[in-house]
């Protein structure tokens, strides 16, 4: 301890030195006519080194100058090498690290430009970040627990010390600042309250945004609000009562953290990257996907060769039938490894609503207690990262109009404590998401109120509660007349639903008065292949998505009308739906003009029934989507591409964009 | 004339009707005969659609008409839609034989095979299709003989034979003329069937796309010709998608230099030179 007091500007000195020249051998080489040179070097190291007590380090680096100028001719670049990781750990074994704070800026400034180094620092920092923030949630509810408190200091520190070595100076110093506080709470001189857990949320915040800076090449991650942020930290180390009057004035000397504190965090860091790499391969994202396009394929062709006639025929042979079941097992088992490659649990799309219900409850003085169910629940990355903006307006929706004020609730019988439920599972196939509260529910009048006065809904129809629910799915329905500071920002539930049934799912309510409203979001378990309808329309073929399909019929004469002389209308099930002439949109020339000679599909779009006509189905066909290609970015009413089983291209028909079309027209 | 001719580089060079196009080879992929194409409603007219390339989706421009000239297809059926039409010449002019037998009026129809519709196409119409050359020659003996029967059966008829004449008309009918037609017909059938574009695949910014060619014609060096001698011959090159003009070796002429970035650019000009 007295050492470590004495000489850190010499410790830190040496460091430098000594990676310094590894740098250099690692870059140069060592060439013959370089190594006196080092040798010198070496033996300035050595002398020092024994100057500032580092006994085992002086040693090694005299060692290594020794052997150098013995052996000019000799294979010594790998003994080098070597040495001088002994050195390296001789220097850092004696306790001894680069104080960040006051650390001059290193030589080695290629560090900080290795692209590959900084995106490990922005995926490991990431990490660190979501795993302080779930353990700051748990701190909140025991505020004394130490595991809970080293977790996060350990994350704060590994921050620190991987922005050190890669030149992020704001980082550095903001996770410095916190770590000194969170040692503090370590040793019993700091008190976790609820104002210090928003200290350090803010703090997680800001290296958020600096690693964000980071990450899209700003020149210096430093963004606004360091100062601001280290302002509050040192406020809560200097104010807080609890805090003896001592470690304020030490304060200003930056004490580092107690030395055993840094030797467990480091090797441990170090270690647990070690497995990390080991156990697992960083793969580019395109490459995952065009191995599930062609696992997708595969899966394809497979069933192809299955059902080929010829195959069928001699399906009498047992060797035959056999093989054939286990080939298709295996594409089977192959299909859903290559999708659990691209999966996800959804606990880090709960952990982000877990820290914005903390945030929101305490502004709106709402108390909220949120429960998760299944976050281990897989799905795929695309959907996980679109779902996030969604589930946040939602889980905002739920706090700001779902529960009531606490005094409310206790009126009305009710915990002044309201329960959040976010719950994930698989079913049927598909992903289930509910986020539920047990607020005061839908108000079934109000909303048809709200509808009418919109113009959402007529005055006379008669709607089901289901009906009335899907009323605030509708644009235009969450409006000025209730902006709060969180909700109700003029974008409402139908930019949720439309984002929703961007990924092919859907939006269910449920409510009951009085006693909560469960959304549940349906969503498949991938964006790759879907299930399809193949329609003809002349010689042209299409796939109609069977998400979006409702049913599907020839009409009756008398079932089709003209409204206005303008727009064609179908009678289906009592209610009039538009039709959609599929030939006249794309400019083709169709089997048949006639309706009643056609196949009308009634399909969903943006909420909207209406009827599609095609000449024939030709059947169902699980397809891979694919896009177009280039030069062909965004066609209107069309999803993408699809090879059909004889090896034609296919268009998958977007709904929503064909609907839109049809509207505006 | 900002990309100069790499004199160094093998060039695709692409046919388009009777024009010769440079495509750097760097940029192509490969080479494959043309797949059934799917076309995409509400795109620019020289997106022809998408092939399925190995699985892939792959965009397919018809160069054709991204330099401005009349699409491969439509070539095709508009030589299909003339043809259809000699055959229905023959068929009236044989018609017109008989009405002129019957009503003993004189025959004012070609009597000459050159001097038909058919038969001055016939003479002009010059292809290095070997296939299509081939099949042509078939034509040459019964149409002359068709056409031989104007003056034979008004023979006949002058000399008063009008049975032996009607007969040789209904022979005609049934022999010759059928002939002629079925020649039609498989000769529509057989531009159908020769139309056989080839896709050359690019490289793209993001992905590959591919266009659509007559035909291959080889991979070459070329080197850059002269701007005076092409001032010369009245060739001028403005801003578009031909940015240069080379110079085959042994002199075998001229190749129009693409460049290949702008193609999916819908504000390029096709910039082909003017004559």
Known sequence: ?665 | MNATVDARMPWVIVQLGTRLFGLNCSVVREMVIMPEVCEVPGVPDYMRGVINLRGRVTSLVDLRRRLGMRSSTEDTESLCELMEQRAQDHRRWLDELDASVNEKRAFTLARDPHQCAFGKWYDNFKTDNILMSGFLKKFEVPHKRIHALADEIGELAEKGCMGQALEQLEQARTGILSTMLRLFADFQQLLRDSHREIAVVLNGSVGAYAVSVDSVASVEKLSEADTEELAGKGLEIREGLVTSVAKRAKGQGLVLVLGTESILDPAMHSGIPQT
């Not at chain 1, 490459?287 to 192809?304: N, P, R, T």
């Not at chain 1, 998401?433 to 006065?453: H, N, Q, V, W």
């Open chain 1, 1 to 665: 301890m007295n050492k470590q007091d004495e000489i850190p500007e010499a410790g830190v000195g040496l460091r430098q030195c000594v990676d310094d020249l590894a740098m250099q051998l690692i870059l140069g080489g060592s060439g013959d006519d370089r190594l006196p040179e080092l040798a010198a070097t070496l033996a300035q190291i050595g002398r020092q080194s024994g100057e500032a007590g580092y006994g085992e380090a002086a040693r090694v680096a005299r060692e290594l100058s020794a052997s150098l100028s013995a052996d000019l001719a000799g294979p010594v670049a790998a003994q080098l090498q070597e040495g001088l990781a002994r050195l390296q750990q001789a220097l850092s074994g004696s306790g001894l690290e680069p104080e960040p704070a006051t650390a001059r800026p290193p030589a080695i400034a290629s560090l900080a430009q290795d692209p590959e180094l900084v995106a490990d620092f922005i995926l490991e920092s990431r990490e660190h970040l979501t795993t302080i923030e779930q353990r700051i949630l748990m701190l909140e509810r025991e505020p004394g627990n130490p595991d809970a408190i080293n977790s996060i200091f350990r994350g704060f520190h590994t921050i620190k010390g991987l922005a050190g070595f890669l030149e992020f100076p704001s980082i550095q110093a903001v996770a410095h600042e916190v770590e000194t506080a969170l040692n503090l709470a370590r040793e019993g001189k700091l008190a976790i309250t609820p104002s210090a857990i928003d200290v350090i949320l803010e703090s997680v915040d800001y290296l958020t945004r600096a690693i964000a800076a980071v990450e899209s090449g700003a020149r210096s991650e430093r963004v606004p609000g360091q100062d601001h942020v280290i302002e509050r930290v040192q406020a809560l180390m200097a104010g807080e009562p609890g805090v003896p009057a001592r470690a304020s004035a030490e304060y200003p000397v930056m004490t580092p953290p107690a030395p055993a504190a840094e030797a467990v965090a480091r090797p441990e860091s170090k270690a647990r990257r070690v497995a990390a790499e080991s156990s697992s391969v960083r793969v580019d994202t395109s490459k995952l996907d065009y191995l599930v396009d062609m696992v997708g394929e595969m899966v394809i062709a497979q069933s192809l060769v299955r059902h080929n006639q010829v195959v069928a025929a001699a399906g009498g042979d047992p060797r035959l039938h056999r093989d054939l079941a286990q080939l298709t097992r295996i594409t089977g088992e192959v299909q859903r490894t290559a999708m659990a490659m691209r999966m996800v649990p959804i606990g880090q799309l709960f952990q982000r609503a877990a820290r914005q219900i903390r945030d929101l409850s305490r502004k709106v003085g709402k108390q909220v207690e949120l429960v998760t169910r299944g976050e281990d629940t897989q799905l795929d990355k695309t959907i996980a990262e679109e779902l996030a903006d969604p589930l946040m307006h939602m889980v905002r929706n739920s706090i700001d109009h779902g529960i009531e004020a606490p005094e409310v609730r206790e009126a009305a019988g009710k915990a002044a404590q309201a329960n959040v439920t976010l719950a994930a599972y698989h079913r049927a196939g598909q992903v289930v998401i509910e986020i539920a509260d047990d607020g005061r529910g839908l108000d079934c009048s109000k909303i048809l109120a709200k509808a009418r006065e919109k113009g959402l809904a007529e005055d006379g129809a008669h709607l089901s509660e289901g009906d009335i629910f899907r009323l605030i799915l509708e644009p235009g329905f969450s409006t000025a007349n209730q902006v709060t500071d969180i909700s109700g920002r003029g974008v409402g539930m139908d930019v949720v639903r439309r984002q929703v049934e961007k990924l092919r799912g859907r939006i269910e309510i449920r409510s009951q008065a009085g006693q909560g409203t469960t959304f549940l979001l349906k969503l498949p378990l991938t964006l790759a292949i879907i299930d399809g309808l193949v329609v003809t329309i002349g010689r042209h073929r299409y796939i109609v998505p069977l998400f979006a399909v409702r049913e599907m019929f020839r009409p009756a004469a008398e079932s089709m009308f003209t409204v206005q002389n303008r727009q064609e209308m179908a009678l289906v099930r009592g209610r009039l739906l538009p039709v959609l002439r599929l030939y006249k949109r794309f400019g083709l020339t169709p089997r048949t003009e006639d309706p009643c000679q056609a196949l009308l599909i009634v399909a969903e779009a943006e909420g909207q029934p209406f009827c599609l006509m095609v000449d024939d189905l030709i059947g169902k066909q699980e397809v891979v989507i694919k896009s177009l290609g280039e030069g062909l970015g965004k066609v209107p009413g069309v999803a993408g591409g699809a090879i059909l089983g004889e090896g034609h291209v296919g268009l998958i028909l977007d709904m929503g964009g064909l609907w839109g079309v049809r509207a505006h027209a």
